[in-house]
């Protein structure tokens, strides 16, 4: 069975400060996809990255990055100089690779506010 | 393109009643699926369909259900609502193709539904 945990159920920083949201999975498959989502105060969940289980790379956009190491199963997210836009939820999520399966299997959360 | 249309926004209805949501994908995508979020227990996948079949299906009672249109727009109902179901309802849509990779899916702003 999948399973997503993210154990930082709520973080607060101040503006600028930088700030890691941490994410581990648990899967049998070897093929797997791994997905960070933003959800702002008004509901809507706003994709942020997709990375595929074969491709390590970390990956860099703007003053966003991840961090994906299958030999410790995580995937972090790590928001430089922060700013107040950046509060919102965060969840990371997993799916199989199988043609046909598009079920997301969502960790708790991360509730990140930053402070002015 | 046009994102993701959840309709109603908004609902209130009593227990015993039944309610439907409705989904419009994004312009091309065919694969549309259903979550539900509520606080105790996160983002849960409830199904999803593709060219009008169900592909998957979580766990959940079968007072949910679904199906989806030749257009790809899809309907999620549920029938004898409990007090339990007050959620936020979000569906997805993915340009699922024949490759077999997982896209990302796009969410929509949800519909909330409370149960009195």
């Known amino acids: 069975a999948q399973k997503v945990t993210q154990a930082q159920t709520e973080i607060s920083v101040v503006e600028k400060e930088d700030v890691t949201l941490d994410c581990v999975y648990e899967t049998r498959d070897t093929t797997y996809y791994l997905f960070w989502y933003k959800q702002p105060p008004s509901g809507e969940l706003v994709f942020l990255i997709r990375r595929n289980s074969f491709d390590e790379q970390n990956e860099i956009s703007g003053r966003y990055s991840w961090n994906f190491q299958k030999s410790t199963s995580s995937f972090n997210f790590t928001i430089t100089a922060s700013q107040v836009v950046d509060s919102a939820v965060y969840f990371c999520a997993l799916s199989e690779s199988n043609f046909g399966n598009e079920k997301l299997t969502f960790g708790t959360g991360t509730r990140l506010t930053i402070i002015p | 393109k046009a994102g993701v249309t959840q309709t109603p926004r908004y609902l209130i209805k009593t227990r015993g009643q039944q309610v439907t949501l409705s989904c419009s994908p994004i312009?091309?995508?065919?694969?549309v699926s259903w979550y539900q979020q509520t606080p105790g227990q996160g983002l849960q996948f409830l199904f999803e369909?593709?060219?009008?079949?169900?592909?998957n299906k979580g766990n959940f009672p079968g007072r949910f259900s679904g199906r989806q249109f030749s257009n790809s727009r899809s309907e999620m109902n549920v029938s004898t609502l409990e007090l339990g179901d007050s959620a936020l309802y979000l569906c997805?849509?993915?340009?699922?193709?024949?490759?077999?990779?997982?896209?990302?899916?796009?969410f929509g702003p949800g519909t909330r539904l409370t149960v009195l």
């Open positions: 369909y593709f060219s009008e079949t169900q592909r």
């Open positions: 312009s091309g995508h065919r694969s």
């Open positions: 997805a849509s993915s340009p699922q193709g024949s490759s077999g990779v997982n896209n990302e899916q796009f």
